[in-house]
């Protein structure tokens, strides 16, 4: 029997315009971060998702091809309403976003060569980096019931982290050989669990 999540999620959206609507919200919020916002506002306030389920979902969605946030909205929105919701929450990530991206991109080009500017922009840099750390030291107590167990996943993702911030590693290579690994471990783990005590 595989380890089930310690709660379930409380609530869902109420409709396929919810889903628009609150990934639009999600995306105008974003501002180089949206990680943190996704996982504040779907696991914390409106309790869509556990936070098992968030970083089960946030795992598949970085090892996709494309942007992480937007394949995790996908999933999510194919979770509830099928591939129409995933359509509609890839709307609420991109519609408003991009009308807001061609305005800024407009004024930019009027002001790209201010000191004032380049100095927020590198501030706003720090800030971003900044709620990703903090968004993934809010998920870490989540790894006390993944199956490699504390010591294991901190283990694969410490070896992963090295790889790339140190050894340069691309990022294809570290998830095929992390990423297999961790699998396979997994896997045998659960194998473990499913089998009948013997007598």
């Not at 309790?47 to 795992?59: K, N």
């Not at 359509?87 to 519609?95: K, N, R, T």
């Not at 140190?166 to 194998?191: A, C, D, E, K, N």
Request: charged share 10%; net charge positive.
């Amino acid at each position: 029997m595989s380890e089930q999540p310690s709660h379930t999620a409380a609530n869902q959206p109420r409709s396929r315009a919810d889903l628009f609507w609150s990934f639009t919200m999600l995306a105008m919020q974003g501002f180089g971060g949206v990680v943190a916002i996704v996982q504040r506002e779907l696991v914390d306030k409106k309790r869509w998702m556990t936070r098992e389920e968030f970083v089960e979902e946030w795992a598949v969605a970085q090892v996709m091809p494309g942007p992480n946030v937007v394949n995790l909205a996908m999933i999510i929105g194919n979770r509830f309403f099928g591939l129409a919701g995933a359509l509609c929450a890839l709307a609420g990530m991109l519609c408003f976003p991009l009308i807001l991206l061609l305005l800024v991109v407009i004024l930019y080009g009027q002001v790209a060569h201010h000191p004032a500017v380049a100095g927020a922009l590198r501030g706003m840099s720090a800030v971003a980096a900044g709620m990703i750390i903090a968004s993934g030291l809010r998920l870490l107590p989540v790894l006390k019931t993944h199956p490699l167990g504390v010591f294991g996943a901190g283990l694969i993702a410490c070896l992963s982290f090295m790889a790339i911030a140190f050894l340069r590693i691309p990022l294809f290579f570290v998830l095929l050989t992390f990423g297999s690994i961790s699998m396979g471990l997994v896997y045998r783990h659960l194998q473990r669990l499913s089998r009948p005590p013997s007598p």
